[in-house]
């Protein structure tokens, strides 16, 4: 079992950045994926960002160039750095953590994000 925990959201101007982090509970972080998620209201959870076991990395189109996704291994925490923000990445960011596909993964409780002047 593996608890996450999201922080960093907040209120920002259109411009501004933020920088989420999420903090796991594992003895075994270093062998996990990680991904962020973020929701729009009304809408399904979008994959926008992800970091492998070895620190590869992949994002979506909608934040490539913006977002960067990293992991502190000593610290057990997963971030996302977001620049350059718009009013359209205002939702919530959701953490997420599996070791291999057909295993569980583990969710954290979300942290909302609101880009708006």
């Known amino acids: 079992q593996v608890q996450l925990v999201e922080s960093g959201g907040g209120l920002v101007q259109p411009g501004g950045s933020l920088r989420l982090s999420c903090a796991a509970s594992?003895?075994?972080?270093?062998?996990?994926?990680f991904n962020w998620y973020r929701q729009h209201p009304g809408k399904q959870r979008e994959l926008i960002a992800g970091?492998?076991?070895?620190?590869?990395?992949n994002y979506a189109d909608s934040v490539k160039g913006r977002f960067t996704i990293s992991k502190d291994n000593a610290k057990n925490t997963v971030y996302l750095q977001m620049t350059s923000l718009k009013p359209e990445d205002t939702g919530i960011y959701y953490c997420?953590?599996?070791?291999?596909?057909?295993?569980?993964?583990?969710w954290g409780q979300g942290t909302q994000v609101t880009v708006s002047s």
């Open positions: 970091i492998t076991y070895a620190s590869s990395t």
């Open positions: 594992t003895s075994e972080f270093s062998i996990y994926n």
């Open positions: 997420n953590a599996f070791f291999t596909l057909g295993l569980p993964d583990y």
